[in-house]
């Protein structure tokens, strides 16, 4: 089955650390998406992604990193420059065009600790 | 730059009842697309409807429906005989011609009483 996969689940930094989530689809969608949920906030963009090697910065991007080496991945680093990295972190991938929506994965939920 | 408004952070609903979510929004463009989505306690983001701004007629699914008001920049979800499973987090969303980005409002919690 066709889907969007991220990993881990739960994921644990300590202070200062860097940590990497996953992110892979099978879906050949073209365009991939990070985005943060806080309570309260709803969900907010970090980077996006519309073809390989290519990737632009959303609305919160300071603190975080991306790489699109494959189309199939879009992993995001968050960095020790990230002050308040504890959130609910989502991928989701689109079809290119205006009509798609997006495809998300089941989110990793981020805990400094 | 665009942005979408949930005014209700929660709402509540009797089992079988009909509810209603409110959702406005703020653009320039002409040519957009407006979505809900549903994010039931798993947190799994699920697509419930999807309504382009060219198309007059009202979106349907099931038991969702929307009500849409483009003058007004307003896009309700209506929710039919509720079910203990529409209990969600929904978000409304708008996607234009900036690269794809979805912008989401904030979310309204919705909890249904047997």
């Known amino acids: 089955d066709g889907g969007i996969t991220q990993s881990p689940k739960y994921l644990f930094r300590k202070e200062g650390q860097n940590v990497t989530l996953s992110c892979e689809q099978n879906l050949n969608h073209d365009a991939m998406y990070w985005y943060r949920q806080d309570p309260g906030q709803g969900l907010r963009l970090i980077y996006y992604s519309q073809i390989v090697n290519d990737f632009q910065k959303g609305d919160i991007a300071e603190g975080y990193s991306v790489s699109r080496e494959k189309k199939e991945s879009f992993p995001l680093t968050v960095t020790s420059a990230q002050k308040n990295p504890t959130a609910f972190y989502l991928c989701?991938?689109?079809?290119?065009?205006?009509?798609?929506?997006?495809?998300f994965g089941s989110g990793t939920r981020l805990t400094v600790v | 730059a665009q942005t979408v408004t949930q005014s209700q952070p929660e709402m509540s609903v009797q089992e079988a009842e009909t509810v209603t979510l409110s959702c406005t929004y703020d653009t320039s463009e002409s040519d957009y697309y407006l979505f809900w989505y549903k994010q039931p306690p798993s947190r799994q983001m699920i697509l419930v409807i999807r309504q382009e701004a060219y198309k007059q007629q009202n979106a349907t699914e099931n038991r969702f429906s929307v009500n849409f008001q483009k003058a007004a920049k307003s896009f309700s979800l209506k929710i039919s005989d509720s079910q203990l499973g529409d209990a969600a987090m929904y978000f409304c969303?708008?996607?234009?011609?900036?690269?794809?980005?979805?912008?989401f409002g904030q979310g309204t919690e919705l909890s249904v009483k047997p």
């Open positions: 989701a991938s689109s079809m290119a065009g205006r009509s798609y929506g997006y495809t």
């Open positions: 969303a708008y996607k234009g011609n900036q690269g794809g980005k979805l912008i």
